[in-house]
């Protein structure tokens, strides 16, 4: 009864069935791992804005069906989303009672005839309060809790795991969970790096994973951040921030640009009787950029609006026109825009938000036409209808692929393709492309193996996630690069290594090879001891390059007759070090075949020593079992 009445509010039945899908899966997975006595953590992966809400809900309205009745649903701590999920949950779950977080007379006063579902920010004091009162109220004894954690890699896990502490929101989510005899959490995200690589011993290693299909006519990263590059990016200057921190007349041509597409979309909505148009402004994480961000673009504004009678309005105008005529074609004549331009530009219809933590939470910026400037705020979660256009500048040194990618607030449904433009430097770009190449390579592992094997792979100097939620205990981390050989070598399998290298008898620089003759080789080589040369771990290395970088180029160098001593600190001749760096962008394994005498510290017969690099731009991460 609960599903049937939440799918009956979804107008569109392709998505009311793939809910129907979706919570039918996931409650297998429940069926194969919850035994009303443990607590599980289920992993329930979407793309970013792809409905992943909608589909969790209709999981809730499921499991309410199979008589769970009380159930938590976390968003991050921000009030926006704390009262975007309430209104939604209240509008989509009318067989529920939703209770918000200052809602404890109706908490407790529920005579539980219907399924409770609380909305609570992941706050320090919201937290303890409803472990307060979840304690009081009695609900959990002798029944489950099912617990929904929005943007679960945000927050909840533990910061300070390598301090041998535990923080304060993750002590106060264990706590609630063991509030009842055995609970079930979903851990709902886009960017589950953090996820998983959690350790089994921390208590939040998802178990399962149930990946959501976006629906049809979903835009994101294979379409914005596509190889070749899409016709919807636009590149500035690389330091287009710096000069509108300047003082100065006018502002950057990228930004200016950026304005002026924004404000032929807001004609043509205008002209279609479209009421809501939104360009996103993200320029860093510092407040004070947002308001110097804001002061610039309303300046702007105001001169745009002097300058409507002006030659250089219309060319302008024009050319923003003209490059979105090329992939909307359809597009009003341009004479029809410029009027409506004036209009919106004369009635001052273009609202100027500044949206961060210092924002009101009643502030409206799904309707009517939008800039909106901001930070952190914009990262998770939040919303904009019909954007359509993007400037995007924040930079980070040390970028981290789960933060990153959560600032792509253009992905979505509601969008004009044709009317798309993101605007961004060269090196942002290829950054989020990187990044969605991850992300594809990752959802692939995921639809094809579950949980089992999963490995991330990034280029050099950026990092899967923060580094205060990883146990470093159990972390594998593999860089490019760098140089691995074992010091205490296995002095066996010599005459099998000679015969899967037969074909190399003579001497050269380099031998050119595949992933999977270097997988063979390195399960036959290696160390007595896995801290000393795991073997497992590089060919995870190997089998995670073969996916995401197929076209790397693989190499051998095999030299032979080694008169090498034991212990010496090193492996590599200086002149074969050279060659090996030589190849910085290609997966490199030279063999040595020494001699072992015994004068030299080995056992007294030849054998094979290994010594593995792979590309100088690529990191790999995964979790030690």
């Given at each position: ?8 509010t ?9 809910i ?38 209709g ?37 529920f ?75 106060h ?25 959690q ?21 994101g ?88 009678t ?52 009643e ?6 036409f ?7 705020s ?41 009317l ?30 579950g ?27 593999v860089?490019g690069?760098?140089?691995?050989f ?16 037969s ?5 050269r ?25 795991d ?52 997966l ?38």
């Amino acid at each position: 009864m609960n599903f049937t009445a939440y799918t009956n509010t979804i107008k569109n039945r392709e998505l009311a069935n793939s809910i129907s899908q979706t919570a039918t899966a996931v409650y297998g997975n429940i069926e194969q791992y919850f035994d009303y006595t443990n607590h599980i953590n289920g992993l329930l992966l979407g793309n970013v804005q792809s409905g992943k809400t909608a589909q969790t809900l209709g999981i809730i309205a499921k499991l309410a069906d199979e008589e769970f009745n009380i159930f938590l649903f976390l968003t991050t701590d921000n009030v926006y989303l704390q009262k975007q999920t309430y209104d939604r949950a209240v509008k989509s779950l009318t067989t529920f009672d939703i209770i918000g977080e200052n809602d404890d007379v109706k908490f407790l006063t529920s005579k539980n005839a219907k399924p409770i579902l609380i909305v609570l920010k992941k706050n320090t004091s919201v937290l303890r309060k409803w472990r307060g009162l979840l304690s009081s109220s009695g609900y959990c004894v002798a029944n489950p809790i099912v617990i929904v954690d929005d943007e679960a890699d945000a927050a909840s896990l533990n910061t300070l795991v390598n301090k041998s502490l535990i923080s304060t929101i993750n002590q106060h989510l264990s706590s609630i969970k063991n509030l009842a005899s055995s609970s079930i959490y979903f851990q709902v995200t886009a960017t589950p790096q953090s996820l998983l690589l959690q350790s089994q011993v921390s208590g939040w290693q998802p178990a399962f994973v149930n990946y959501f299909e976006p629906g049809e006519g979903y835009i994101g990263g294979t379409f914005v951040y596509a190889e070749p590059i899409s016709y919807c990016i636009k590149y500035t200057k690389e330091d287009e921030l710096d000069e509108v921190k300047q003082e100065s007349e006018f502002i950057p041509q990228g930004l200016r640009d950026s304005l002026m597409s924004f404000l032929v979309v807001c004609g043509y909505f205008e002209e279609n009787q479209i009421d809501t148009c939104n360009f996103l402004i993200h320029p860093s994480v510092k407040i004070n950029d947002h308001n110097t961000f804001a002061k610039r673009i309303g300046e702007h504004l105001n001169f745009l609006l002097e300058e409507v009678t002006e030659n250089s309005f219309e060319e302008n105008l024009r050319h923003a026109w003209l490059d979105l005529q090329t992939t909307k074609p359809d597009i009003t004549n341009f004479e029809d825009i410029k009027k409506q331009v004036i209009s919106l530009l004369s009635e001052h219809r273009i609202k100027l938000i500044v949206l961060n933590s210092k924002t009101p939470v009643e502030i409206e910026y799904n309707k009517g036409f939008n800039i909106v400037v901001g930070g952190n705020s914009l990262g998770r979660g939040i919303t904009l209808s019909k954007l359509q256009t993007v400037y995007y500048c924040r930079k980070s040194k040390t970028p981290q692929a789960d933060t990153f990618w959560q600032h792509s607030r253009m992905f979505g449904y509601d969008r004009d393709k044709g009317l798309m433009r993101i605007y961004t430097p060269p090196s942002l770009h290829r950054l989020f492309t990187e990044l969605n190449n991850s992300n594809q390579v990752l959802i692939k592992q995921i639809q094809e193996f579950g949980l089992d094997g999963i490995q991330l792979i990034y280029p050099q100097g950026i990092r899967p996630t923060r580094k205060n939620v990883i146990d470093n205990d159990y972390l594998n981390f593999v860089t490019g690069g760098v140089n691995f050989f074992p010091n205490n070598p296995i002095e066996i399998n010599t005459e099998k290594v000679d015969e899967l290298l037969s074909e190399y008898t003579i001497e050269r620089e380099t031998e050119i090879t595949t992933f999977d003759y270097i997988q063979q080789i390195i399960n036959l080589v290696g160390s007595k001891e896995i801290e000393d040369w795991d073997a497992e771990k590089f060919i995870k290395c190997v089998q995670s390059l073969s996916v995401k970088r197929p076209t790397t180029k693989c190499y051998l160098i095999i030299r032979r007759n080694r008169d090498i001593s034991k212990g010496t600190g090193t492996l590599l001749s200086p002149a074969d070090r050279r060659i090996g760096d030589k190849f910085d962008k290609a997966l490199v394994l030279t063999l040595y075949r020494v001699n072992g005498q015994t004068s030299k510290g080995w056992g007294g017969k030849p054998f094979w020593i290994p010594n593995i690099k792979f590309p100088n731009d690529a990191c790999f991460y995964d979790v030690k079992e």
